[in-house]
């Protein structure tokens, strides 16, 4: 090492020192590495950010722009493994567990018990937030994944019903098809198929049998009939969508819906946001109701904050300080009314917030309690991201080809158990 | 007297150093960041490594996992269609457009500016453009349905047995100008004398190209399929651009395999593994054309 020095230029040396330099941990500061930089969700952190200066501590941002955060884990992995790692990171799901393996994340339990998390989180969300029973990580907020967004308008003119199982579910889409519309608005993406399917999988299955497939990872369930059953559904339903679907954006599928061009779309609740941005009125213009079959059922996907070990005992203030703020119903109303989803925190209230939203709250409310409650598979909430991209896979490999449902059935189960 | 001895002596060692002071740290940062990189890759891909980088050795657990992957192979033999054809379609151009450029035509800078200007272009550029040129439902099929040829169709970017070969269109427009840059540069390098004598024994033009000009632009071959094969084998941009890698996954090629599998799904092991066997693949196709080549040079 040092006959590298050495010989280096004096210059590199510098350069090296002003690229360590920031990095070191200013006292009462919190880094915050996120990727919420578009439009409603950079808003959304700049009230968290005020809430903190408020309290007194520093915030320092660290948004590292990039669609699904693939660019920000980049950007986070080598900071932990250089030893220097921020104080919050936007991680969520499973993945929270893989750093708690890697003895990264610190103790929130001080925190959790004054705020009384226990009694104020769904036992379901808050076993995501834990790492071997103690809390390393905050909920921020909750999106529905199990969501159809219709156009009351197309199936008026196709004289088509709404859809609430997926056999009216065919009879529609063949009608609205007839009236030379595009049945279901579709980005052909493998999330988006994976999406779509974890819908399906629900509405023919059943939370208990979802749970065996995605979360369990059970063979018995992941090849079974049932499983099958759902990716013939898949099949139909990837039947009636327009040829023009590969590779598009979910809000470009989701603007076919708006202008009328398509009768509904499968995505999560974030699509609302893309129907308020156009102008419409929920239960007007546009209807948002759980995907067929999916009635009580409730796919979650939530995003969180886990917290890392920080040295710094003020820093550690303030990081105590975040996952309090984050967890008070000011920031969480806040928070939510800009991003479309809903609080984590249970018996807020929802005065402020959309007739869908509403809806949303109330079933994740009573699907708790009714065990209906699961995981997004689609969004990394049920298992590691190695076999949630080994899913992906198979199921965008059946979307795309003309594969047997029985192969894709026996397929998708070896390729969970490959990936373990 | 000694001491302006010494000065000069100081000196002459510093001129004879200065170059390779000069070079040290380039060849320093070369040496770590890109062969000493290569190792620590090959010692990850020899791990159980997931979402950080593990150091306990583990076998050839990555290699098995990566061969047992249907998407591996598809990437594989995605990289194999697309490399051939690519590198095919752009020679043949190139040379052809060099050749007809050749004839002392007129405008010939404007012509040949033209056909180079897709070169300056980044590849992510060409694959947005493409993409909205062969989606059906926006580009050139919708146009020739609004022509009046109702039964045009052309959804080879939809299809995902047709997708991977859109990718060869749009990596063919964008660099085949350059292969022609260099066939022109290397047919201008031709001693005009031996086609003077060529034509003099009766020799007609197709026979002077086949036996006289195009076995001298031999090194051109070399440079362009060097530089054509390393550019299809790190095709990343144009991929994720032009297709997303989809229709599902039917145009992934090694270099997004990898990217997913080590970045975005927790397999650093895995995708460590998969940048090994494109590394065994570069060096399989490239070292020994190199070596053939070097050596007949120096020969000749």
Same mark, same amino acid.
């Given at each position: 090492?040092?006959?590298?020095?050495?010989?280096?230029?004096?210059?590199?040396?510098?350069?090296?020192?002003?690229?360590?330099?920031?990095?070191?941990?200013?006292?009462?500061?919190?880094?915050?590495?996120?990727?919420?930089?578009?439009?409603?969700?950079?808003?959304?952190?700049?009230?968290?950010?005020?809430?903190?200066?408020?309290?007194?501590?520093?915030?320092?941002?660290?948004?590292?722009?990039?669609?699904?955060?693939?660019?920000?884990?980049?950007?986070?992995?080598?900071?932990?493994?250089?030893?220097?790692?921020?104080?919050?990171?936007?991680?969520?799901?499973?993945?929270?567990?893989?750093?708690?393996?890697?003895?990264?994340?610190?103790?929130?339990?001080?925190?959790?018990?004054?705020?009384?998390?226990?009694?104020?989180?769904?036992?379901?969300?808050?076993?995501?937030?834990?790492?071997?029973?103690?809390?390393?990580?905050?909920?921020?907020?909750?999106?529905?994944?199990?969501?159809?967004?219709?156009?009351?308008?197309?199936?008026?003119?196709?004289?088509?019903?709404?859809?609430?199982?997926?056999?009216?579910?065919?009879?529609?889409?063949?009608?609205?098809?007839?009236?030379?519309?595009?049945?279901?608005?579709?980005?052909?993406?493998?999330?988006?198929?994976?999406?779509?399917?974890?819908?399906?999988?629900?509405?023919?299955?059943?939370?208990?049998?979802?749970?065996?497939?995605?979360?369990?990872?059970?063979?018995?369930?992941?090849?079974?009939?049932?499983?099958?059953?759902?990716?013939?559904?898949?099949?139909?339903?990837?039947?009636?969508?327009?040829?023009?679907?590969?590779?598009?954006?979910?809000?470009?599928?989701?603007?076919?819906?708006?202008?009328?061009?398509?009768?509904?779309?499968?995505?999560?609740?974030?699509?609302?946001?893309?129907?308020?941005?156009?102008?419409?009125?929920?239960?007007?213009?546009?209807?948002?109701?759980?995907?067929?079959?999916?009635?009580?059922?409730?796919?979650?996907?939530?995003?969180?904050?886990?917290?890392?070990?920080?040295?710094?005992?003020?820093?550690?203030?303030?990081?105590?300080?975040?996952?309090?703020?984050?967890?008070?119903?000011?920031?969480?109303?806040?928070?939510?009314?800009?991003?479309?989803?809903?609080?984590?925190?249970?018996?807020?209230?929802?005065?402020?917030?959309?007739?869908?939203?509403?809806?949303?709250?109330?079933?994740?409310?009573?699907?708790?309690?009714?065990?209906?409650?699961?995981?997004?598979?689609?969004?990394?909430?049920?298992?590691?991201?190695?076999?949630?991209?080994?899913?992906?896979?198979?199921?965008?490999?059946?979307?795309?080809?003309?594969?047997?449902?029985?192969?894709?059935?026996?397929?998708?189960?070896?390729?969970?158990?490959?990936?373990? | 007297?000694?001491?302006?001895?010494?000065?000069?002596?100081?000196?002459?060692?510093?001129?004879?150093?200065?170059?390779?002071?000069?070079?040290?740290?380039?060849?320093?940062?070369?040496?770590?960041?890109?062969?000493?990189?290569?190792?620590?890759?090959?010692? /990850? %891909? @020899?791990?159980?490594?997931?979402?950080?980088? =593990?150091?306990?050795?583990?076998?050839?657990?990555?290699? &098995? *996992? $990566?061969?047992?992957?249907?998407?591996?192979?598809?990437?594989?033999?995605?990289?194999?269609?697309?490399?051939?054809?690519?590198?095919?379609?752009?020679?043949?151009?190139?040379?052809?457009?060099?050749?007809?450029?050749?004839?002392?035509?007129?405008?010939?800078?404007?012509?040949?500016?033209?056909?180079?200007?897709?070169?300056? /272009? %980044? @590849?992510?550029?060409?694959?947005?453009?493409? =993409?909205?040129?062969?989606?059906?439902?926006?580009?050139? &099929? *919708? $146009?020739?349905?609004?022509?009046?040829?109702?039964?045009?169709?052309?959804?080879?970017?939809?299809?995902?047995?047709?997708?991977?070969?859109?990718?060869?269109?749009?990596?063919?427009?964008?660099?085949?100008?350059?292969?022609?840059?260099?066939?022109?540069?290397?047919?201008?390098?031709?001693?005009?004398?031996?086609?003077?004598?060529?034509?003099?024994?009766?020799?007609?033009?197709?026979?002077?190209?086949?036996?006289?000009?195009?076995?001298?632009?031999?090194?051109?071959?070399?440079?362009?399929?060097?530089?054509?094969?390393?550019?299809?084998?790190?095709?990343?941009?144009?991929?994720?651009?032009?297709?997303?890698?989809?229709?599902?996954?039917?145009?992934?090629?090694?270099?997004?395999?990898?990217?997913?599998?080590?970045?975005?799904?927790?397999?650093?092991?895995?995708?460590?593994?998969?940048?090994?066997?494109?590394?065994?693949?570069?060096?399989?196709?490239?070292?020994?054309?190199?070596?053939?080549?070097?050596?007949?040079?120096?020969?000749?």
């Amino acid at each position: 090492m040092k006959k590298i020095w050495g010989t280096a230029k004096p210059t590199l040396l510098i350069t090296l020192l002003l690229l360590v330099a920031p990095l070191r941990v200013v006292a009462g500061e919190v880094e915050v590495l996120h990727w919420w930089t578009s439009g409603g969700e950079a808003k959304s952190v700049a009230v968290l950010k005020q809430l903190l200066e408020k309290a007194g501590h520093k915030w320092k941002d660290m948004a590292v722009a990039g669609g699904g955060g693939e660019s920000a884990m980049t950007v986070l992995k080598s900071r932990v493994v250089s030893g220097d790692a921020p104080t919050a990171a936007q991680i969520k799901g499973p993945t929270i567990q893989e750093w708690g393996d890697e003895g990264a994340l610190t103790n929130l339990d001080a925190v959790a018990k004054a705020g009384n998390w226990e009694n104020l989180l769904p036992k379901v969300v808050s076993d995501v937030m834990k790492y071997n029973g103690h809390y390393v990580a905050v909920p921020v907020n909750v999106h529905r994944v199990n969501w159809m967004w219709a156009n009351p308008a197309v199936f008026k003119k196709a004289g088509a019903k709404i859809p609430t199982n997926w056999q009216e579910f065919a009879i529609a889409a063949e009608k609205i098809k007839q009236a030379g519309l595009i049945p279901v608005a579709h980005g052909g993406q493998p999330w988006q198929d994976a999406t779509t399917f974890e819908s399906i999988v629900l509405g023919i299955g059943g939370a208990d049998f979802y749970r065996k497939a995605f979360v369990d990872l059970d063979s018995k369930a992941l090849n079974s009939p049932t499983m099958v059953q759902s990716f013939e559904v898949l099949r139909t339903v990837q039947q009636y969508t327009d040829k023009d679907a590969p590779g598009r954006d979910w809000n470009l599928a989701t603007a076919m819906v708006i202008k009328g061009e398509a009768g509904m779309q499968f995505m999560g609740d974030w699509a609302k946001g893309e129907f308020t941005a156009a102008g419409k009125k929920p239960g007007k213009d546009y209807i948002c109701m759980p995907a067929p079959g999916t009635a009580g059922a409730f796919t979650f996907n939530i995003d969180s904050f886990a917290m890392f070990k920080v040295k710094d005992k003020s820093a550690k203030v303030a990081q105590n300080d975040l996952a309090r703020i984050i967890m008070e119903p000011e920031f969480q109303e806040v928070f939510n009314l800009n991003k479309g989803s809903i609080p984590a925190r249970l018996g807020m209230s929802m005065a402020k917030f959309d007739d869908c939203a509403k809806e949303s709250s109330a079933d994740f409310v009573s699907s708790s309690k009714t065990g209906q409650l699961v995981p997004s598979m689609a969004h990394g909430m049920s298992t590691f991201s190695s076999i949630q991209g080994a899913i992906y896979d198979t199921v965008t490999a059946f979307f795309n080809s003309d594969m047997s449902a029985k192969d894709a059935a026996a397929k998708l189960d070896k390729a969970v158990q490959g990936a373990k | 007297m000694s001491t302006q001895k010494s000065q000069r002596q100081w000196g002459d060692y510093l001129q004879a150093a200065l170059p390779k002071i000069v070079v040290a740290p380039t060849f320093i940062t070369t040496l770590i960041f890109i062969y000493g990189f290569i190792l620590w890759n090959a010692w /990850l %891909s @020899f791990t159980k490594s997931r979402l950080l980088p =593990k150091y306990d050795w583990a076998g050839l657990i990555q290699y &098995e *996992r $990566l061969f047992a992957n249907e998407r591996w192979w598809v990437a594989a033999q995605n990289l194999l269609i697309f490399g051939s054809l690519f590198i095919g379609i752009c020679l043949l151009i190139g040379i052809l457009l060099a050749i007809l450029l050749d004839q002392r035509i007129r405008a010939e800078g404007a012509l040949r500016t033209i056909y180079l200007y897709p070169m300056a /272009l %980044s @590849f992510i550029v060409t694959g947005t453009a493409w =993409k909205w040129i062969l989606n059906p439902g926006l580009g050139l &099929e *919708r $146009l020739m349905h609004e022509w009046g040829f109702e039964q045009f169709t052309f959804n080879w970017l939809v299809d995902s047995e047709m997708a991977i070969y859109t990718v060869v269109i749009a990596g063919v427009w964008q660099s085949s100008g350059f292969v022609m840059a260099l066939f022109l540069a290397g047919l201008r390098g031709i001693d005009d004398s031996i086609i003077k004598a060529a034509q003099v024994d009766g020799a007609g033009l197709p026979r002077i190209y086949r036996s006289i000009i195009i076995p001298s632009l031999r090194p051109v071959f070399f440079s362009a399929i060097i530089i054509l094969s390393h550019i299809a084998i790190k095709s990343f941009d144009l991929v994720m651009a032009l297709t997303g890698g989809g229709p599902g996954y039917a145009t992934d090629l090694p270099a997004t395999f990898m990217y997913s599998f080590a970045f975005t799904r927790g397999q650093l092991g895995m995708g460590a593994a998969s940048a090994m066997m494109m590394l065994g693949a570069v060096a399989a196709i490239v070292v020994p054309y190199l070596y053939s080549e070097l050596r007949s040079t120096r020969r000749g």
